[in-house]
């Protein structure tokens, strides 16, 4: 069995998919800095960067629960997609009218 340092993600995310609670970490700390990297592109009202990282981390939870090892798509594209949408979501709702003071 492969170290959890050494796996490749679409190893770590089948290991997380059994209850591998230490794949899951690992892979949150592998994704972190992508996460950040994301986060940074945006700007949400009322917000500050914590929370466009949080909200990129809720991304990539779903990716992880939603990753399908026998699509084309390698984990890192999947990961980066849902993040992005996760982020991209997040602004749409702090700024849309209904959130807006009157």
């Given at each position: 069995?492969?170290?959890?340092?050494?796996?490749?993600?679409?190893?770590?995310?089948?290991?997380?998919?059994?209850?591998?609670?230490?794949?899951?970490?690992?892979?949150?700390?592998?994704?972190?800095?992508?996460?950040?990297?994301?986060?940074?592109?945006?700007?949400?009202?009322?917000?500050?960067?914590?929370?466009?990282?949080?909200?990129?981390?809720?991304?990539?939870?779903?990716?992880?629960?939603?990753?399908?090892?026998?699509?084309?798509?390698?984990?890192?594209?999947?990961?980066?997609?849902?993040i992005k949408h996760?982020?991209?979501?997040?602004?749409?709702?702090?700024?849309?009218?209904?959130?807006?003071?009157?």
């Amino acid at each position: 069995m492969k170290d959890l340092k050494t796996a490749t993600d679409e190893e770590l995310v089948e290991k997380i998919k059994n209850g591998d609670d230490k794949a899951e970490n690992e892979l949150f700390l592998r994704y972190k800095d992508l996460v950040t990297k994301i986060s940074r592109g945006y700007f949400i009202v009322g917000g500050d960067i914590e929370d466009l990282i949080q909200e990129g981390m809720i991304g990539l939870y779903k990716a992880i629960k939603h990753f399908n090892n026998s699509k084309t798509a390698s984990f890192k594209t999947f990961a980066s997609t849902c993040i992005k949408h996760q982020i991209q979501s997040a602004v749409r709702i702090a700024s849309s009218a209904k959130n807006q003071v009157l």
